[in-house]
């Protein structure tokens, strides 16, 4: 084996235990969002340089053809867990369906078929002499049912880049660092493939940049909390809500803050993936309101008042797809007006309550000058009493008078 050969063949090493680790990582937290696609994606991956160092150690033989072959089950399914994992992170999770994985998975089984399968695999890859210069050791070439193939993978991997742009343009700093991992792990084996398919070198570099790709997830996972800190879908209803949104994860720690949230809580940018402790560490009547509903079933909501503001704080689960817990979506509304109008309608209320009681009595008071003056002249005759009756009614006009007015007035 030459040199160039020992450390082509170390490079792959290299990238392919990066790969392992980053797909043991993952696996060890499958529960969590996109981590599952990502444990299938570097299983292909690594799949995929596995077959790339046989194909040399086989170079020339009938073995190494086979697997050249073969080695396209993993390069179509690398292609199609990089788009899944761009629709899950960039908040288009809903699109990930078993409709949308079958659809996908159409390329896949196509291609393993024309591969192998006469006569297709004559307008794919065909093998010719013995030719120890080129990387499978034969002679080779490439038919146009592999073009159809390649096109159709790089438009699949061009619709994730512009998935991964547009969302990092408008995220938080957290999530364009995340992004940018990710844009440069998963395209760079395929920039690797466009340079070794365009003729400058006869050496395919693709697999050798699978070790850019796990360096960077490496550094996405470790230095920015990825699979820790994944962003959630927020929609525009959640960025325009009056109340303050905070999306936390399964270990309380901040995921999202909607405008409103940032502006109640005095929050930025710095706040996403710190502990809800440490974020709200200003406002610890709200943390301590948050804390104690998430430790007690019975109630989802409560009311605080901080600094002569009143807060109404409401904490709910947060579930994906599959039902599964990944959170909690922490509501702060301030309802300082609401509560002033409260009061002052109860200070109202009040003082109607204390207003038809002083009517009542002066009402009551004529009423019953009249009731028993008519009936002391009823019995006497004496005209006497029926002018105090008159005289009782013409008090009860007054105050009749007096309370339309006072109506009328406020």
Not at 190 to 206: Q, R
Not at 345 to 361: G, I, M, Y
Request: net charge negative; proline share 3%.
């Amino acid at each position: 084996m030459s040199t160039h050969e020992v450390v082509y063949h170390a490079l792959l090493a290299v990238g392919g235990l990066l790969c392992v680790g980053v797909a043991s990582y993952a696996w060890r937290r499958r529960e969590r969002s996109g981590a599952k696609l990502l444990v299938g994606l570097f299983v292909a991956v690594v799949y995929w340089i596995v077959t790339t160092s046989l194909v040399l150690v086989f170079a020339g033989t009938p073995l190494g053809r086979a697997v050249a072959r073969a080695q396209y089950v993993g390069v179509t399914l690398s292609t199609m867990f990089v788009v899944l994992l761009a629709l899950q992170y960039t908040g288009r999770e809903k699109y990930v369906t078993r409709s949308t994985v079958a659809l996908l998975a159409i390329h896949p089984l196509l291609t393993n078929v024309a591969v192998w399968i006469p006569p297709f695999r004559e307008h794919f890859l065909t093998f010719g002499a013995a030719d120890p210069g080129t990387f499978y050791g034969y002679a080779y070439e490439f038919g146009g049912l592999f073009l159809v193939h390649t096109l159709y993978s790089y438009i699949l991997l061009v619709a994730a880049a512009v998935m991964y742009v547009s969302f990092a343009v408008r995220s938080d700093d957290i999530y364009q660092r995340q992004t940018v991992a990710l844009i440069v792990g998963l395209l760079a084996p395929w920039f690797g493939n466009a340079i070794y398919l365009l003729g400058p070198i006869s050496v395919d570099i693709t697999s050798l940049t699978f070790a850019i790709t796990g360096l960077a997830l490496w550094w996405a996972i470790f230095y920015q909390d990825f699979l820790e800190v994944v962003p959630v879908a927020r929609g525009t209803i959640v960025d325009n809500l009056n109340a303050g949104v905070v999306v936390l994860d399964r270990n309380d720690r901040v995921v999202d803050i909607n405008p409103r949230g940032r502006e109640l809580l005095d929050l930025d940018d710095a706040a996403i993936g710190r502990p809800v402790a440490d974020a709200l560490a200003s406002h610890t009547a709200i943390h301590d309101a948050y804390a104690t509903l998430t430790s007690h079933e019975d109630s989802d909501e409560t009311e605080v008042a901080v600094e002569g503001r009143d807060f109404r704080i409401e904490v709910s689960p947060l579930y994906n797809r599959r039902d599964e817990r990944i959170g909690n979506l922490l509501v702060v509304e301030d309802i300082s007006e609401r509560k002033r109008r409260q009061r002052e309608l109860q200070r109202q209320n009040e003082q109607l309550e204390q207003f038809a009681n002083v009517v009542s009595h002066d009402l009551r008071n004529p009423l019953n000058v009249a009731s028993s003056r008519l009936e002391l002249g009823i019995e006497t005759g004496d005209e006497e009493h029926l002018r105090r009756v008159e005289q009782a009614h013409q008090r009860m006009d007054r105050i009749i008078d007096d309370v339309l007015t006072l109506a009328r007035e406020g």
